[in-house]
């Protein structure tokens, strides 16, 4: 039994690469080229070199925007106050009264000059020295209210994520 065995196994291995010599390779191949694949190759690499270029800007505007913070001041200012009173909140809050009353005070100085070209009430000196002063206070007044909204939504949200745990 065992000598068949044998015999079996190299009966089946010599006829079966006798089998592979003599069958040639009968494939074809397609040559032709095919426009739909090399379209959709074609508008991967423009999606790609689309979102790269989206995300070169992102990073640029985000840096530009944090080189502008440090060149006013407003971020090394708020991590100066930060570190000497040793509270996150505190240099927060300062950050957001310096952007706040900044934003404010360029926007209420734009809108009073602008204002005042159209109904021609005052001089322009008056109307930006009064757009100064509306968008200082009103700077103030919008950081401390964004400050107090942040604190108590942000308190609001730590004791929510503490009973749902």
């Not at 079966?16 to 003599?22: R, V």
Request: glycine share 6%; net charge positive; with cysteine.
């Amino acid at each position: 039994m065992q000598y068949l065995k044998i015999l079996f196994f190299f009966i089946r291995l010599f006829t079966s690469s006798y089998e592979l010599i003599q069958n040639p390779n009968n494939d074809q191949y397609d040559e032709e080229f095919n426009l739909f694949l090399f379209a959709i190759l074609a508008i991967g690499i423009v999606v790609s070199i689309f979102i790269i270029i989206i995300g070169i800007v992102l990073v640029l505007l985000i840096l530009f925007a944090i080189s502008a913070l440090i060149t006013m001041g407003a971020l090394s200012t708020s991590l100066i106050v930060g570190l000497n009173k040793k509270s996150f909140t505190k240099g927060f809050k300062t950050f957001a009264m310096l952007i706040c009353t900044l934003f404010s005070t360029v926007f209420g100085t734009l809108g009073f000059y602008i204002f005042n070209r159209i109904v021609h009430w005052y001089s322009n000196s008056t109307a930006i020295i009064s757009g100064l002063v509306t968008g200082l206070v009103s700077g103030i007044l919008f950081g401390l209210l964004a400050t107090f909204t942040i604190q108590k939504v942000s308190n609001y949200l730590k004791n929510r994520l503490k009973t749902s745990m």
